[in-house]
């Protein structure tokens, strides 16, 4: 990608939505958005109604605090209009914890973020702040900031009674993986076997608590390639092992991967005979599913598109249980040339026995002209491959961002019953092509 | 205003003295705009909290999405552009104008990145081949003084295709509605140079980013009185902008959106521009179709297609669907003074009015809406939904019309709520359409219900206090 200059239809917000997603899906946090008055509804219209379940913060509608900067504010600084912003949202709403997160123009300009976050704490408010412009890149990179905020500037919790056997899950980002809500509670459901409770950090029941919890886990689980950033801040600052994973555990083989994995860096017993009853109730829905398989034609070539830890745990699953051969994998989170380095051989050795071709793109239109070439049959991606696929009139199943036809809110893929899921949603798709 | 000159046109608060901040009398309003007829005359009120809002640039894009056979670079980082993916997604394969985003990283905005765009033009333009290039600004753009108008210069040559740059800031004007502004003023600029010596039969419906339904129905009212149409800048190809300045008149389907346009083919080549409110319920349909009739001597015709259609909807409107109903509208302005009509049609009570601005353009409405109900106050303010909470609070209306996203927070006091932009709101259609939405709203409370007297995002104190707290005269 070293030679882009644009992206048509780009797939994933600026480093602004990034935090806002990843702020506002920890239950009491209030992002106080520094910036002129479009940029949180960007966030607004192009994010939230494309990224699955709406995190708590943004279901109440427009960014609840922004300072709205005017051309006064650009000529001569907006930092006492961000200092009137902050005191007046503790006043106004509700909240835990006030993010602070700045942009483009407010960067440009110099306010001083940290500055005015000092002094809101010296106030007594509850208030963080990450610094967040657009030109930092994409949304990827303000979830990564945003992460290190809570790290770096929430008082640790008080440490009472005997430690807690947990587990941080990290990577999974909010919304740019639409279904992370599900996965989230998915992972947390496949972990607690081993004895060990998942600090999911997100959604549902996800408070600041669960972040000031954060330094007392005892490994941190790194999910896609933008976890590893803050897995390698928690080692640093607090000593605690990571693991990472290619994929994300979609089908037998990578739950068991993952199982086993997880059980021999926390010591803990991963029990092979109810691993094996979970698969024979898979392979018996398999056997439930056979008529139809052959019936309306699942052993395809297929195209998949969309974040890298998702297409990796799809394509596991659909070419190593179901007998589909992968063409086509196009992974869209805009990876370093270091990323690529490091977890794309991984990608690349698993679809090596079919020969498929993997690429880092996020052109809609280069996106849509590969696919047209591989000749496949089956497209996962998201609702822009809509247009091409319904051009080759070739079956399409939205998985990743954006997400425009489908409604998501706790589905996920990953696991046994996430497996289940997918082959029921894929088939639907099969039974409503052409 | 003449041709238009400029990058940019001057801000609404200088034009139009537009508002988008105000909680009061609405008689106290009109005494400010009254102080003077063409001076900036009204105090400019700011707010010392404020949830975010649609700026300029948002406005501008969504006008741009409804011009086909056009693309459209957008200048900046990615996510001034991430909007947009409504328009590839909600299009749901109907034609839209492909878009794509030039992702400046931290070193394209601090060095610029005119050569980056050059690319992004030349390359985006060889894939799609289309009539129009639109590149637009963005805030980083506005701030670090891209040399846009060379890159158009350059290259409108070199490849041998109109381009037209739109100046959107996001920080030029408080309001969203400076978008349309910014659009028609590159598309009057570029696209009509010589205005044709003769007039045309055809008369130019203005229409900016409305919905199709909405839009079909205008057409319908101006071929019911016998009119050739022509539409834009919705729909419109790049020679119905020069043929629009040959037009017998101009009419717009919205005046806030459509008014600089109107007065750009007004100024630039004599077309009248109608003043007419919006053509939302019965008296404002009616009122939009007389004027055009008086304006193409067809008054018979107008007249009588009325009747007919008015008569058609009688039982509807006997049935008064929001009868007693207290009715909150928090719209658009130009819409909220037709939507007022059609509650008032309908049976209802306005109980509260919030509009996203105000200005020069909505005083004979301010009147009316005065007059109709001297002791409302009224709410300018777009997407400020604590405000809109503090008064829903107070006013405890039983039905809520709204078209931003702060519509949810009225949803979640437990107030049962229709989003106006999803259902046709304009002509006779739109009379239909209001009364059996706003009829099923309040049919079946349950959904709403659930949320009733669940957490709230505002603290207990905000609703102690005034709603107008936050709102400040601007000290210059």
């Given at each position: 990608?070293?030679?882009?200059?644009?992206?048509?239809?780009?797939?994933?917000?600026?480093?602004?939505?990034?935090?806002?997603?990843?702020?506002?899906?920890?239950?009491?946090?209030?992002?106080?958005?520094?910036?002129t008055?479009?940029?949180?509804?960007?966030?607004?219209?192009?994010?939230?109604?494309?990224?699955g379940?709406?995190?708590?913060?943004?279901?109440?509608?427009?960014?609840?605090?922004?300072?709205?900067?005017?051309?006064?504010?650009?000529?001569?600084?907006?930092?006492?209009?961000?200092?009137?912003?902050?005191?007046?949202?503790?006043?106004?709403?509700?909240?835990?914890?006030?993010?602070?997160?700045?942009s483009?123009?407010?960067?440009?300009?110099?306010?001083?973020?940290?500055?005015?976050?000092?002094?809101?704490?010296?106030?007594?408010f509850?208030?963080?702040?990450?610094n967040?412009?657009?030109?930092?890149?994409?949304?990827?990179?303000?979830?990564?900031?945003?992460?290190?905020?809570?790290?770096?500037?929430?008082?640790?919790?008080?440490?009472?009674?005997?430690?807690?056997?947990?587990?941080?899950?990290?990577?999974?980002?909010?919304?740019?993986?639409?279904?992370?809500?599900g996965?989230?509670?998915?992972?947390?459901?496949?972990?607690?076997?081993?004895?060990?409770?998942?600090?999911?950090?997100?959604?549902?029941?996800?408070?600041?608590?669960?972040?000031?919890?954060?330094?007392?886990?005892?490994?941190?689980?790194v999910?896609?390639p933008w976890?590893?950033?803050?897995?390698?801040?928690?080692?640093?600052?607090?000593?605690?092992?990571?693991?990472s994973?290619?994929?994300?555990?979609?089908?037998?083989?990578?739950?068991?991967?993952?199982?086993k994995?997880?059980?021999?860096?926390?010591?803990?017993?991963?029990?092979?005979?109810?691993?094996?009853?979970?698969?024979?109730?898979?392979?018996?829905?398999?056997?439930?599913?056979?008529?139809?398989?052959?019936?309306?034609?699942?052993?395809?070539?297929?195209a998949v598109?969309?974040?890298?830890?998702?297409?990796?745990?799809?394509?596991?699953?659909?070419?190593?249980?179901?007998?589909?051969?992968?063409k086509?994998?196009?992974?869209?989170?805009?990876?370093?040339?270091?990323?690529?380095?490091?977890?794309?051989?991984?990608?690349?050795?698993l679809?090596?026995?079919?020969?498929a071709?993997?690429?880092?793109?996020?052109?809609?239109?280069?996106?849509a002209?590969?696919?047209?070439?591989?000749?496949?049959?089956?497209?996962?991606?998201?609702?822009?491959?809509?247009?091409?696929?319904?051009?080759?009139?070739?079956?399409?199943?939205?998985?990743?961002f954006?997400?425009?036809?489908?409604?998501?809110?706790?589905?996920?893929y990953?696991?046994?019953?996430?497996?289940?899921?997918?082959?029921?949603?894929?088939?639907s798709?099969?039974?409503?092509?052409p | 205003?003449?041709?238009?000159?400029?990058?940019?046109?001057?801000n609404?608060?200088?034009?139009?003295?537009?508002?988008?901040?105000?909680?009061?009398?609405?008689?106290a309003?009109?005494?400010?705009?009254?102080?003077?007829?063409?001076e900036?005359?009204?105090?400019?009120?700011?707010?010392?909290f404020?949830?975010?809002?649609?700026?300029?640039?948002?406005?501008?894009?969504?006008v741009?999405?409804?011009?086909?056979?056009?693309?459209?670079?957008?200048h900046?980082?990615?996510?001034?552009?991430?909007?947009?993916?409504?328009?590839?997604?909600?299009?749901?394969?109907?034609?839209?104008?492909?878009?794509?985003?030039?992702?400046?990283?931290?070193?394209?905005?601090?060095?610029?990145?005119?050569?980056?765009?050059?690319?992004?033009?030349?390359?985006?333009?060889?894939?799609?081949?289309?009539?129009?290039?639109?590149?637009?600004?963005?805030?980083?753009?506005?701030?670090?003084?891209?040399?846009?108008?060379?890159?158009?210069d350059?290259?409108?040559?070199?490849?041998?295709?109109?381009?037209?740059?739109i100046?959107?800031?996001?920080?030029?004007?408080?309001?969203?509605?400076?978008?349309?502004?910014?659009?028609?003023?590159?598309?009057v600029?570029?696209?009509?140079?010589?205005?044709?010596?003769?007039?045309?039969?055809?008369?130019?419906?203005?229409s900016?980013?409305?919905?199709?339904?909405?839009?079909?129905?205008?057409?319908?009212l101006l071929q019911?009185?016998?009119?050739?149409?022509?539409?834009?800048?919705?729909?419109?190809?790049?020679?119905d902008?020069?043929?629009?300045a040959?037009?017998?008149?101009?009419?717009?389907l919205?005046?806030?959106?459509?008014?600089?346009?109107?007065?750009?083919?007004?100024?630039v080549?004599?077309?009248?521009l109608?003043?007419?409110?919006?053509?939302?319920?019965?008296?404002?349909?009616?009122?939009?179709?007389?004027?055009?009739?008086?304006?193409?001597?067809?008054q018979?015709?107008?007249?009588?297609?009325?009747?007919?259609?008015?008569?058609?909807?009688?039982?509807?409107?006997e049935?008064?669907?929001?009868?007693?109903?207290?009715?909150?509208?928090?719209?658009?302005?130009?819409?909220?003074?037709?939507?007022?009509?059609l509650?008032?049609?309908?049976?209802?009570?306005?109980?509260?009015?919030?509009v996203s601005?105000v200005?020069?353009l909505?005083?004979?409405?301010?009147?009316?809406?005065?007059?109709?109900?001297?002791?409302?106050?009224?709410?300018?303010?777009?997407?400020?939904?604590?405000?809109?909470?503090?008064?829903?609070?107070?006013?405890?209306?039983?039905?809520?019309?709204?078209?931003?996203?702060?519509?949810?927070?009225?949803?979640?006091?437990?107030?049962?709520?229709?989003f106006?932009p999803?259902?046709?709101?304009?002509g006779?259609?739109?009379?239909?359409?209001?009364?059996?939405?706003?009829?099923?709203?309040?049919?079946?409370?349950?959904?709403?219900?659930?949320?009733?007297?669940?957490?709230?995002?505002?603290?207990?104190?905000?609703?102690?206090?005034?709603?107008?707290?936050h709102?400040?005269?601007?000290?210059?």
């Amino acid at each position: 990608m070293s030679t882009h200059h644009h992206i048509e239809q780009a797939r994933a917000g600026c480093a602004l939505h990034g935090a806002l997603a990843t702020f506002g899906a920890i239950e009491g946090v209030t992002p106080v958005i520094h910036a002129t008055a479009g940029c949180g509804i960007q966030y607004e219209r192009g994010v939230t109604p494309f990224g699955g379940a709406l995190p708590p913060c943004a279901a109440w509608g427009p960014p609840v605090s922004s300072t709205n900067i005017s051309e006064k504010h650009v000529v001569f600084g907006g930092g006492s209009r961000l200092r009137e912003q902050l005191k007046n949202t503790v006043k106004v709403v509700a909240a835990d914890l006030y993010a602070v997160v700045s942009s483009c123009a407010t960067e440009m300009v110099g306010d001083d973020l940290q500055a005015m976050t000092k002094e809101g704490r010296e106030q007594g408010f509850p208030v963080i702040c990450a610094n967040t412009p657009g030109f930092h890149g994409s949304l990827h990179v303000g979830y990564e900031t945003a992460a290190k905020a809570l790290i770096e500037q929430l008082p640790a919790a008080g440490t009472n009674g005997a430690p807690r056997r947990l587990v941080n899950l990290l990577g999974i980002v909010p919304q740019q993986d639409p279904f992370w809500q599900g996965h989230l509670s998915q992972l947390a459901q496949l972990i607690r076997p081993l004895g060990w409770e998942a600090n999911v950090l997100f959604g549902t029941g996800q408070t600041v608590k669960s972040w000031q919890e954060v330094p007392a886990a005892a490994l941190n689980v790194v999910l896609s390639p933008w976890g590893e950033k803050t897995a390698r801040l928690l080692q640093e600052k607090h000593q605690t092992p990571w693991v990472s994973f290619a994929g994300l555990p979609v089908g037998p083989k990578a739950i068991e991967r993952f199982l086993k994995t997880l059980a021999e860096r926390l010591g803990a017993e991963h029990n092979p005979s109810a691993f094996r009853a979970q698969e024979r109730a898979l392979d018996a829905w398999l056997a439930r599913l056979a008529p139809g398989y052959f019936q309306n034609g699942w052993q395809r070539e297929f195209a998949v598109v969309g974040e890298f830890s998702l297409v990796y745990g799809l394509t596991e699953l659909l070419a190593e249980t179901l007998g589909l051969i992968p063409k086509l994998v196009v992974v869209t989170d805009p990876l370093s040339e270091e990323q690529q380095q490091q977890w794309l051989p991984q990608l690349e050795s698993l679809v090596k026995p079919w020969s498929a071709k993997v690429v880092v793109r996020e052109d809609a239109g280069e996106i849509a002209d590969l696919i047209e070439q591989s000749g496949v049959e089956l497209v996962l991606g998201s609702s822009l491959e809509r247009e091409v696929s319904d051009r080759l009139g070739v079956p399409l199943l939205v998985v990743s961002f954006p997400v425009a036809d489908r409604l998501i809110l706790n589905r996920g893929y990953v696991g046994f019953d996430g497996a289940l899921a997918l082959i029921e949603d894929l088939g639907s798709a099969l039974l409503q092509s052409p | 205003m003449s041709t238009p000159a400029g990058r940019a046109p001057i801000n609404r608060e200088k034009r139009l003295n537009t508002l988008s901040a105000y909680l009061g009398e609405t008689s106290a309003l009109l005494r400010e705009y009254a102080r003077g007829e063409d001076e900036v005359n009204v105090d400019q009120r700011i707010r010392t909290f404020s949830h975010g809002k649609p700026d300029d640039l948002l406005v501008a894009l969504e006008v741009l999405s409804a011009i086909p056979d056009a693309i459209t670079v957008i200048h900046g980082p990615r996510g001034c552009a991430v909007s947009q993916l409504q328009r590839a997604l909600l299009a749901r394969g109907r034609a839209f104008g492909r878009w794509t985003v030039t992702d400046l990283d931290q070193k394209a905005t601090i060095m610029g990145a005119d050569a980056k765009l050059r690319a992004a033009v030349a390359a985006f333009y060889h894939r799609y081949g289309p009539k129009v290039v639109f590149i637009v600004a963005t805030p980083a753009v506005a701030i670090n003084n891209d040399d846009i108008q060379s890159v158009v210069d350059e290259l409108s040559g070199e490849l041998g295709t109109i381009i037209i740059p739109i100046y959107a800031s996001g920080f030029t004007s408080k309001t969203s509605v400076y978008g349309y502004d910014l659009v028609a003023h590159s598309l009057v600029k570029t696209l009509v140079k010589n205005p044709p010596a003769e007039r045309g039969a055809w008369v130019n419906l203005l229409s900016l980013a409305e919905s199709s339904g909405d839009r079909d129905e205008a057409r319908r009212l101006l071929q019911a009185l016998g009119l050739e149409t022509l539409t834009l800048p919705d729909g419109a190809g790049v020679q119905d902008f020069a043929k629009a300045a040959g037009a017998r008149f101009s009419v717009p389907l919205d005046f806030d959106a459509g008014h600089y346009l109107g007065r750009a083919f007004q100024d630039v080549a004599q077309v009248p521009l109608l003043d007419v409110p919006r053509p939302i319920g019965l008296v404002g349909t009616r009122e939009w179709l007389l004027t055009v009739g008086a304006a193409a001597g067809k008054q018979s015709e107008a007249r009588d297609f009325h009747a007919r259609e008015a008569a058609a909807l009688a039982e509807i409107l006997e049935a008064q669907p929001l009868r007693g109903a207290k009715v909150y509208l928090s719209l658009a302005p130009a819409t909220a003074l037709g939507v007022l009509n059609l509650v008032k049609e309908t049976g209802g009570h306005v109980a509260g009015l919030t509009v996203s601005h105000v200005d020069q353009l909505h005083l004979d409405g301010l009147r009316k809406f005065q007059d109709q109900s001297p002791a409302l106050q009224i709410h300018v303010g777009e997407g400020q939904g604590f405000e809109e909470a503090n008064l829903l609070q107070r006013l405890k209306p039983d039905l809520y019309v709204g078209d931003g996203g702060q519509l949810v927070q009225a949803a979640r006091l437990g107030i049962p709520s229709v989003f106006l932009p999803r259902i046709p709101v304009v002509g006779y259609r739109g009379v239909r359409a209001f009364a059996r939405r706003t009829a099923l709203a309040l049919k079946n409370r349950a959904f709403v219900a659930r949320f009733a007297g669940g957490p709230q995002l505002f603290a207990d104190n905000w609703f102690q206090r005034s709603a107008h707290w936050h709102i400040k005269q601007e000290v210059k």
